[in-house]
């Protein structure tokens, strides 16, 4: 498999391993072609670039996965998204600034050139700014990133068929934040971001939605939910339930916290959390995604203890939101 411009990375392996190795800050995204869930990249360890340039197909009949690649954007962390009316996973290259589109049906990616995107620098790198993909519009939405040393605030939108990025200009937007989680509300036609590192003692537990049509942030009051913030969790649209499905996350500064499940309605403005019997371990840097072939919300990967421990699960942790349940998936042993 080779990439669709000359000078972009390699090729794929001859022999390809049955099961992903154990990793942080891989994404989930739906493949747009058939429904299959992709598994993208991710560190084996805690530093600034990725070292895990891979491209998985997750079958969640089983629980099998297939290796399609190991040629992504180099540098692309957790900046990911599918734009499904162009069938296509977008991806933002951080160091340097780079706007790559992946094609699942070819297994190609392609860096495309729109005349302006979203600033990152070696100086002051985007991380932490997650893609997510608004149906009714068909736009690409990205808001801020950073890192500890500086915060961008900006939201962005970006259209695959255009190859063009749009600066937008709310009156209104969260504060300045990186590594915090999205969900697209398809009922609502929101954004809807949670939580997030912001370089200061913030504890913003605020939901904020996003309206791409009237470029307007709207920030709910969070009555009811977690009361402390998370950063590096997960969350993912349970579109049966028109709710969206919360776990886990860590502060910079204490580690991974204690497990939790939650729901949030946006239409009501309310959060429920779910008790469970079993559940993932604690977890933070890890990928989640709704699959709409199980019906299921799948997690995998993560850090179990603290951001640089290495104590990283290597397990796919599946919630049924008809049952209210978790079920887990090890990697299967060899003789």
């Given amino acids: 498999m080779t990439t669709a411009e000359d000078g972009a990375p390699g090729t794929t392996a001859e022999a390809s391993p049955t099961w992903p190795s154990k990793r942080i800050?891989?994404?989930?995204?739906?493949?747009?072609?058939?429904?299959?869930?992709?598994?993208?990249?991710?560190?084996s360890r805690m530093q600034r670039m990725i070292d895990l340039r891979e491209v998985w197909s997750l079958d969640t009949a089983d629980f099998t996965w297939s290796l399609l690649g190991q040629d992504a954007p180099l540098d692309a962390i957790m900046n990911f998204g599918t734009d499904t009316e162009s069938s296509r996973v977008i991806a933002l290259n951080i160091e340097p600034t780079e706007t790559w589109a992946y094609d699942p049906a070819s297994g190609t990616w392609e860096q495309r050139h729109p005349s302006d995107q979203p600033v990152s620098t070696s100086e002051n790198p985007r991380f932490g700014a997650?893609?997510?993909?608004?149906?009714?519009?068909?736009?690409?939405?990205?808001?801020?990133?950073?890192?500890?040393?500086?915060?961008?605030?900006d939201t962005w939108a970006y259209d695959y068929n255009t190859d063009t990025w749009e600066l937008m200009s709310p009156d209104f937007s969260p504060s300045p934040r990186g590594m915090y989680a999205t969900a697209y509300d398809t009922e609502s036609d929101r954004v809807l971001l949670w939580g997030g590192f912001t370089g200061t003692d913030e504890n913003d537990v605020a939901m904020w939605a996003y309206d791409y049509n009237?470029?307007?942030?709207?920030?709910?009051?969070?009555?009811?939910?977690?009361?402390?913030?998370?950063?590096?969790h997960g969350m993912a649209y349970i579109p049966e339930l028109d709710r969206v499905l919360?776990?886990?996350?860590?502060?910079?500064?204490?580690?991974?916290?204690?497990?939790?499940?939650?729901?949030?309605?946006?239409?009501?403005?309310?959060?429920?959390?779910?008790?469970?019997?079993?559940?993932?371990?604690?977890?933070?840097?890890?990928?989640?995604?709704?699959?709409?072939?199980?019906?299921?919300?799948?997690?995998?990967?993560?850090?179990?203890?603290?951001?640089?421990a290495t104590n990283i699960s290597p397990d796919i942790w599946a919630f049924d939101p008809v049952t209210e349940s978790w079920a887990q998936t090890s990697q299967p042993t060899t003789e």
Avoid: C
Avoid at 214 to 232: A, C, F, I, K, V
Avoid at 287 to 297: L, R, V
């Fill in 25 to 43: 800050h891989p994404t989930f995204v739906n493949d747009p072609v058939d429904g299959r869930l992709l598994m993208i990249n991710g560190m």
């Fill in 130 to 153: 997650p893609l997510t993909y608004d149906s009714e519009s068909d736009r690409i939405i990205l808001f801020a990133g950073g890192s500890p040393w500086h915060m961008y605030s």
């Fill in 214 to 232: 009237s470029d307007t942030w709207e920030m709910l009051e969070n009555t009811g939910g977690p009361q402390q913030h998370w950063e590096r």
């Fill in 246 to 308: 919360f776990y886990s996350g860590m502060l910079e500064d204490e580690g991974v916290l204690p497990a939790e499940t939650w729901y949030y309605d946006y239409d009501s403005n309310t959060w429920t959390e779910i008790d469970v019997d079993v559940s993932p371990p604690a977890l933070a840097m890890y990928a989640m995604a709704y699959d709409p072939g199980s019906g299921k919300a799948i997690v995998f990967g993560g850090e179990m203890t603290s951001k640089y």
